[in-house]
């Protein structure tokens, strides 16, 4: 089939931009577990903070590019021989789609209230029981965006 994007690089029917998603969450998630660990057992907060800025720079722009291309290039026509199109693959999108939106608006919520509520250098302080609670809740929702993710491009894209 011919694809209107860049074609994947992952040998599915996904575009370029599909496929570097779809391995992003692959490298997300562990990074993302490392950093709470740097900060939960060894109490390196500056590290922490440097490793969540970044991910959270190199994810905006990811899902900047991601949204780009598929706005310009679409999915659908990539997932319509997929025996799980429409029905399947677009309630699990959906579902998808719920955790995305919502992890980005925790983790924007997350980032900047710790840049304004922690000093530089970053330390514990009264904002840390807050910044715990809801950097957990951006973690466990990155971490079902990831699977949902992943069962949508199995389903649109290798099935």
């Known amino acids: 089939m011919d694809f209107l994007g860049l074609n994947g690089f992952l ?40 490793v969540q800025l970044t991910l959270g720079a190199v994810l905006l722009v990811t899902i900047i590019l991601f949204e780009v291309d598929v706005r310009i290039n679409g999915w659908m026509h990539a997932a319509e021989v997929s025996p799980y199109y429409p029905g399947t693959v677009l309630t699990v999108l959906y579902v998808h789609l719920f955790f995305a939106v919502t992890t980005t608006g925790l983790w924007i919520a997350v980032i900047a209230r710790a840049v304004r509520r922690f000093p530089t250098p970053p330390v514990p302080g009264l904002h840390s029981a807050n910044h715990r609670f809801w950097g957990w809740a951006a973690t466990i929702d990155m971490v079902l965006t990831a699977v949902t993710g992943s069962v949508f491009y199995y389903l649109a894209f290798v099935c």
């Open 11 to 50: 040998g599915t029917r996904a575009s370029f931009m599909l496929d570097v998603v779809f391995l992003a969450m692959f490298a997300v998630v562990p990074i993302l577990g490392w950093s709470v660990w740097l900060v939960k057992y060894r109490r390196n907060y500056a590290l922490h903070k440097r």
